[in-house]
């Protein structure tokens, strides 16, 4: 069940680039990998697809992870209407299911307490078919990754310069507050070899508008006849 509610557009909308971008470079198109587990990812070519066997058959959602600014929520939603599936956001959910945003949530209970509650509403909705997009700080929880194994997993990779163009001062991801920059490149730091850990696919955003990572995902996973 898809989670429609008046904070969802917003969420979607704050993946979205909060001013005017360039297009991307002309010929480029998103990255695509293939990582057999547990090997690095590293990327292959800037053109093509490669099919992941090892999830070939699918068991619950197709996963986006990635930092703030990846893009996980427009992409998750333009794809999940390209697979005919429903898409679901875990920080939307949260924020329906609390009445709070996350921001209010961070500063009236704190982080450890959203953590727990985005544990276990990550559990739950990995139960469910579709596209689910997961929190850039979900990765964290080590059940939340222990749970991804048997999961389609695409990673949203993103870098430093891209991610701060698109949040640009965005009140609403709170531990972005203060010196964005500075806490991207810590974010990252800290996050990047765990979506890496989770990801059986990565494809980079940096020069790609969110229908073209949506064409790489598909090239990835095929829907199924």
């Known amino acids: 069940m898809t989670a429609n509610h008046p904070s969802a557009e917003p969420k979607a909308t704050r993946e979205l680039l909060?001013?005017?971008r360039p297009g991307p470079v002309e010929g480029s198109q998103p990255k695509?990998?293939?990582?057999?587990?547990?090997e690095p990812v590293e990327a292959r070519s800037s053109m093509g697809s490669d099919r992941v066997t090892s999830h070939s058959n699918r068991?619950?959602?197709?996963?986006?992870v990635g930092a703030p600014g990846s893009g996980k929520s427009t992409v998750g939603a333009l794809l999940a209407e390209r697979l005919g599936m429903d898409f679901v956001d875990v920080d939307a959910v949260i924020e329906e299911r609390t009445g709070k945003s996350v921001a209010e949530i961070f500063a009236d209970d704190g982080e450890p307490a959203f953590r727990k509650l985005e544990e276990e509403t990550t559990a739950e909705?990995?139960?469910?078919?579709?596209v689910l997009?997961?929190?850039?700080?979900?990765v964290l929880s080590a059940a939340t990754r222990k749970a991804l194994q048997d999961h389609q997993v695409?990673?949203?990779r993103v870098g430093v310069p891209a991610a701060l163009h698109r949040v640009g001062l965005d009140t609403a991801r709170p531990l972005l507050l203060g010196n964005?920059?500075?806490r991207l490149i810590k974010l990252l730091g800290e996050r990047t070899p765990l979506y890496q850990e989770v990801a059986g696919a990565r494809v980079d955003t940096d020069d790609a508008r969110?229908?073209?990572?949506?064409?790489?995902i598909v090239r990835i996973w095929p829907p199924e006849e």
């Open 180 to 182: 964005v920059r500075g």
């Open 133 to 138: 997009a997961l929190g850039g700080g979900a």
């Open 210 to 216: 969110p229908e073209e990572v949506v064409d790489a």
């Open 59 to 64: 068991v619950g959602p197709i996963v986006l």
């Open 154 to 156: 695409v990673w949203l």
């Open 32 to 38: 695509l990998v293939d990582r057999p587990r547990p």
């Open 18 to 20: 909060q001013s005017p």
């Open 125 to 130: 909705l990995l139960r469910r078919p579709g």
